[in-house]
């Protein structure tokens, strides 16, 4: 099952990568912003998937762990809240370089002319 998740993600990839080659305009200025919001598509999209599993990954721990010591779940439910807050800081920052490559590409304004 994992493997055909991973060869269907890989798919769509390549598609949408191929379309976008085949769809591109010859000026330079289209070439830089196309690649700068593909940029900032997959940096927050794999910020926010990593993110995800991640955050699933310590939810179950947590709930296995308490499961098998519920005394101790005061201090899992403390330590998986502190996790999480680090774990979707680094959401956060996928979103800032996201909007870095949006708003704030030095070579979108040369080749745009503004």
Same mark, same amino acid.
């Given at each position: %099952?994992?493997?055909?998740? &991973?060869? $269907?993600?890989?798919? &769509?990839? +390549?598609?949408?990568?191929?379309?976008?080659?085949?769809? /591109?305009?010859?000026?330079?200025?289209?070439?830089? +912003?196309?690649?700068?919001?593909?940029?900032? =598509?997959?940096? #927050?999209?794999?910020?926010? #998937? @990593?993110?995800? &599993?991640? %955050? =699933?990954?310590? #939810? @179950? $721990?947590?709930?296995?762990?308490?499961?098998?010591?519920?005394?101790? $779940?005061?201090?899992?439910?403390?330590?998986? #809240?502190? =996790?999480?807050? %680090? &774990?979707?800081?680094?959401?956060?920052?996928?979103? +800032?370089?996201?909007?870095?490559?949006?708003? @704030?590409?030095?070579?979108? /304004?040369?080749?745009? $002319?503004?």
């Amino acid at each position: %099952m994992k493997k055909l998740v &991973i060869a $269907g993600l890989m798919t &769509i990839t +390549v598609s949408l990568c191929a379309s976008l080659a085949f769809a /591109a305009d010859l000026s330079a200025a289209a070439g830089v +912003v196309q690649w700068t919001v593909l940029g900032a =598509g997959l940096a #927050i999209g794999l910020g926010a #998937i @990593g993110s995800g &599993i991640g %955050m =699933g990954t310590a #939810i @179950g $721990g947590a709930c296995e762990g308490t499961s098998r010591n519920p005394e101790a $779940g005061g201090r899992i439910l403390t330590t998986m #809240i502190i =996790g999480l807050a %680090m &774990i979707e800081s680094l959401t956060i920052y996928a979103l +800032v370089v996201a909007l870095i490559l949006l708003f @704030g590409n030095p070579y979108a /304004a040369k080749f745009l $002319g503004a």
